[in-house]
């Protein structure tokens, strides 16, 4: 299911890239814009894990640098019968998480500077279990997918504002002022929406994963309120918009407006669904 779930979003957005470029370039345009989409398939399904992790500064470190971290990981991944994923840290202080790769056996996982300060270790590895959950449910890879596509259409929208400052050479992207407008405006929107599809539903299956998984459901709670309130005080505003849905929280939280589009369901109802499965757990 996740296969073909996959193939449909490479399919939209693919879509959307080649109405773009029919729109500034007629059919050239179009069939320009078809190479690229295929490279961008093409490349986000074999390098997603690679580019993820570099658009997000992630940096890899060794045993030795970070030993408790490779413990909790390589102990939840043995529970999980999953191969021990690489471990990376993002030198932020804003407190946040993500996983991503193709399948299990090419899975990352990266942690902020901040979120390790801020969790006890038991909440570090609920947080930890929750980014192995996205592991062991296979929706790493259509997340990642999600993320580096979004970031190629928010490029495409970014080139369009260009041609609306210095125009095209054929004068076609002055011809319908409205759909020009309109192109730009949806395109962030529609790949926004698309992300926001395959991730909440995610959030809330990770969630009860990583749960069952270090068995302690409040735990996890615990550590989603902490980086919820972390995030209010320090958001984590250098974090890349494209890959928004592949972190544990929102990189920022932003107003009303931009919450509608939110990849992530709200933190309060991760919370309370935690603590409906923490209680069924004692009953």
């Avoid at 999953?82 to 996983?99: D, E, G, Y």
């Avoid at 192995?132 to 259409?153: E, F, P």
């Avoid at 002022?177 to 949806?186: G, N, V």
Wanted: glycine share 6%.
């Amino acid at each position: 299911m996740n296969f073909l779930k996959t193939i449909l979003l490479l399919g939209i957005l693919s879509g959307f890239m080649i109405a773009i470029g029919n729109y500034f370039g007629g059919q050239q345009g179009m069939i320009i814009a078809l190479i690229f989409a295929l490279i961008t398939n093409v490349v986000s399904f074999w390098f997603s894990a690679p580019l993820a992790l570099k658009m997000s500064g992630a940096q890899p470190v060794e045993r030795s640098q970070a030993p408790e971290l490779y413990a909790i990981v390589e102990t939840l991944a043995q529970r999980a019968n999953l191969p021990v994923p690489t471990i990376h840290i993002i030198p932020s202080q804003a407190a946040n998480a993500f996983a991503t790769g193709r399948d299990p056996k090419h899975s990352a996982i990266a942690v902020t500077e901040g979120i390790m300060r801020i969790l006890d270790r038991d909440e570090l590895i609920s947080v930890l279990a929750h980014e192995l959950g996205h592991v062991r449910n296979r929706d790493i890879l259509i997340t990642t997918i999600a993320a580096v596509m979004a970031g190629a259409i928010i490029a495409l929208a970014q080139f369009a504002q260009q041609q609306a400052l210095y125009g095209s050479r054929d004068g076609q992207a002055n011809r319908n002022p409205i759909a020009f407008f309109l192109l730009i405006l949806l395109a962030p929107i529609a790949a926004s929406l698309v992300q926001l599809a395959v991730s909440r539903t995610r959030e809330f299956e990770a969630d009860a994963t990583g749960a069952r998984m270090c068995k302690e459901p409040l735990e996890l709670a615990s550590a989603l309120e902490k980086v919820d309130q972390a995030s209010k005080v320090v958001p984590f505003t250098e974090a890349n918009p494209a890959l928004s849905s592949l972190y544990i929280m929102k990189p920022d939280p932003g107003n009303w407006c931009a919450n509608l589009f939110s990849t992530h369901p709200s933190t309060a109802e991760r919370i309370a669904r935690l603590e409906k499965m923490a209680q069924s757990q004692l009953s």
